[in-house]
């Protein structure tokens, strides 16, 4: 059995409707199918998960919500139209939204949260009516039918493990199972989102909880690159990769798969296909574990992410000084900010943070509590901050990678202020200014694909 995740472009109009539902009904493998909110129909158009974000904002600042709900409902009643859905069956689903600002919720977060899983939740319902039309056996279940627990976190909710215990009770049903992604219920019984793009994680949850075969996961791309297409020209396609290189591509910017959705893949050792919806045919990627891997190539892809900034401490005999870097991340626990990496030297300590977690203000009253309790001889903070990731399993027990990665860059004058190899030794990642960025890519793409640099075994 295979689950099938089609993301929001695969599902923006009635003709992409039909092309997944072509895909879903050519292999009788295809039963759990999990949707996406409708996405974009061409670069200009919106995608219904921020059309539902201004609906929420509107509710909250009591603004006419005539205009927002018509352009939300009009999308999906395109698609309804499409197929000839009864208009009495797509009443009951018109109602469903515009009755979301009657609703009671706990707080704006979880309304926000609420209206936004809609996108999915309409989405689903619309897909198992055409479905059903077509005298196809289709069920529609939600989160609360399935299980699907997550944590108090109404816009980046985790999956809590009672989940898998709960899809491991639920009885399939013969037929397709239509289930919306991107949210679970809190305890209490709330929506909750994952955060943007969460809709792989719902199907990587349902791949592990209802032990699929494969885990299809259908976009608008033949197969992931090696690099970013907006930064390399024509990129290599990746045909398969294992789990912890996606990992480290998806953390640095490969967009294409939810980085946490991972996850359950590997907990329930599902390998995953990403696949394009338009071309179906086509291998696609193959995301497998470690032991089904052989590396073909040194590299299988550089990525750049750019909302970082670093904090650089100094201070003479840090390496000799007990409770230093317990003080500073209590700090930061104090503050609830995580970070990302700590590279460090015997006087001095950088630390990377994902810049979009810190709120007006918190950065500097961190800055502040750090000099007066740690006293350091110097503090830094440094905004232009991107790291690129260059991920291979194909790099370990090689001599010579490190070489191959910074000599172009010396070669264009691109300084690195940071390396740090994992112990995984199947990643490099390397700091530099923002602006560097993509020609680093460039440069160690070339190096490794187009001119073929030799490493010794
Ligand atoms: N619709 C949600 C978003 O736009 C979730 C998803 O598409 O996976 O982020």
């Given at each position: 059995?295979?689950?099938?995740?089609?993301?929001?472009?695969?599902?923006?109009?009635?003709?992409?409707?039909?092309?997944?539902?072509?895909?879903?009904?050519?292999?009788?493998?295809?039963?759990?199918?999990?949707?996406?909110?409708?996405?974009?129909?061409?670069?200009?158009?919106?995608?219904?998960?921020?059309?539902?974000?201004?609906?929420?904002?509107?509710?909250?600042?009591?603004?006419?919500?005539?205009?927002?709900?018509?352009?939300?409902?009009?999308?999906?009643?395109?698609?309804?139209?499409?197929?000839?859905?009864?208009?009495?069956?797509?009443?009951?689903?018109?109602?469903?939204?515009?009755?979301?600002?009657?609703?009671?919720?706990?707080?704006?977060?979880?309304?926000?949260?609420?209206?936004?899983?809609?996108?999915?939740?309409?989405?689903?319902?619309?897909?198992?009516?055409?479905?059903?039309?077509?005298?196809?056996?289709?069920?529609?279940?939600?989160?609360?039918?399935?299980?699907?627990?997550?944590?108090?976190?109404?816009?980046?909710?985790?999956?809590?493990?009672?989940?898998?215990?709960?899809?491991?009770?639920?009885?399939?049903?013969?037929?397709y199972l239509v289930v919306p992604g991107f949210y679970?219920?809190?305890?209490?019984?709330?929506?909750?989102?994952?955060?943007?793009?969460?809709?792989?994680?719902?199907?990587?949850?349902?791949?592990?909880?209802?032990?699929?075969?494969?885990?299809?996961?259908?976009?608008?791309?033949?197969?992931?690159?090696?690099?970013?297409?907006?930064?390399?020209?024509?990129?290599?396609?990746?045909?398969?990769?294992?789990?912890?290189?996606?990992?480290?591509?998806?953390?640095?910017?490969?967009?294409?798969?939810?980085?946490?959705?991972?996850?359950?893949?590997?907990?329930?050792?599902?390998?995953?296909?990403?696949?394009?919806?338009?071309?179906?045919?086509?291998?696609?990627?193959?995301?497998?574990?470690?032991?089904?891997?052989?590396?073909?190539?040194?590299?299988?892809?550089?990525?750049?992410?750019?909302?970082?900034?670093?904090?650089?401490?100094?201070?003479?005999?840090?390496?000799?000084?007990?409770?230093?870097?317990?003080?500073?991340?209590?700090?930061?626990?104090?503050?609830?900010?995580?970070?990302?990496?700590?590279?460090?030297?015997?006087?001095?300590?950088?630390?990377?943070?994902?810049?979009?977690?810190?709120?007006?203000?918190?950065?500097?009253k961190m800055c502040q509590e750090i000099r007066t309790?740690?006293?350091?001889?110097?503090?830094?903070?440094?905004?232009?901050?991107?790291?690129?990731?260059?991920?291979?399993?194909?790099?370990?027990?090689?001599?010579?990678?490190?070489?191959?990665?910074?000599e172009p860059l010396a070669a264009q004058n691109i300084?690195?202020?940071?390396?740090?190899?994992?112990?995984?030794?199947?990643?490099?990642?390397?700091?530099?200014?923002?602006?560097?960025?993509?020609?680093?890519?460039?440069?160690?793409?070339?190096?490794?694909?187009?001119?073929?640099?030799?490493?010794?075994?």
């Amino acid at each position: 059995m295979k689950v099938v995740k089609f993301g929001g472009s695969s599902l923006a109009d009635g003709p992409h409707f039909e092309k997944i539902i072509k895909i879903i009904t050519t292999d009788p493998e295809r039963k759990i199918i999990v949707t996406s909110a409708p996405g974009k129909r061409d670069k200009t158009d919106c995608k219904i998960t921020d059309l539902l974000i201004d609906y929420a904002h509107k509710t909250i600042t009591n603004q006419s919500l005539t205009a927002i709900q018509q352009q939300i409902w009009q999308r999906y009643e395109e698609i309804g139209s499409y197929f000839s859905v009864s208009t009495e069956k797509m009443a009951v689903l018109k109602q469903i939204l515009l009755n979301l600002p009657k609703k009671e919720y706990l707080n704006n977060n979880y309304l926000l949260a609420e209206f936004k899983a809609h996108g999915e939740i309409l989405n689903a319902h619309i897909l198992t009516l055409i479905l059903q039309q077509l005298n196809l056996n289709a069920h529609f279940a939600g989160s609360g039918e399935l299980g699907i627990e997550v944590t108090a976190n109404p816009q980046d909710a985790m999956i809590v493990p009672e989940t898998y215990d709960n899809l491991a009770k639920y009885h399939l049903p013969s037929g397709y199972l239509v289930v919306p992604g991107f949210y679970g219920l809190t305890k209490k019984g709330q929506i909750a989102t994952f955060s943007r793009g969460g809709s792989d994680i719902t199907g990587a949850v349902l791949a592990r909880g209802f032990h699929a075969r494969v885990y299809e996961n259908f976009t608008d791309v033949d197969a992931i690159y090696s690099a970013n297409p907006a930064i390399v020209r024509h990129p290599k396609a990746i045909s398969k990769m294992t789990y912890r290189e996606m990992r480290e591509l998806s953390y640095a910017g490969f967009s294409v798969f939810h980085d946490e959705a991972i996850l359950p893949a590997i907990a329930g050792n599902v390998p995953i296909n990403v696949k394009n919806t338009n071309h179906p045919n086509l291998k696609g990627t193959m995301i497998v574990p470690a032991k089904d891997f052989h590396a073909l190539n040194v590299i299988t892809g550089v990525a750049t992410a750019t909302h970082f900034s670093a904090l650089y401490l100094h201070r003479y005999l840090l390496n000799k000084e007990v409770g230093f870097t317990l003080k500073l991340l209590q700090i930061f626990y104090k503050y609830h900010i995580s970070y990302e990496h700590m590279p460090s030297g015997i006087d001095d300590l950088t630390v990377i943070f994902d810049d979009r977690q810190f709120t007006a203000g918190v950065r500097e009253k961190m800055c502040q509590e750090i000099r007066t309790q740690l006293k350091p001889d110097s503090l830094e903070w440094i905004d232009d901050y991107a790291i690129i990731m260059v991920v291979g399993e194909g790099m370990r027990n090689k001599v010579g990678v490190m070489a191959k990665i910074i000599e172009p860059l010396a070669a264009q004058n691109i300084g690195v202020h940071m390396i740090n190899q994992g112990a995984s030794r199947i990643s490099i990642m390397l700091g530099t200014k923002r602006k560097d960025a993509p020609a680093a890519v460039r440069q160690i793409y070339n190096n490794f694909f187009t001119q073929g640099a030799k490493i010794n075994d």
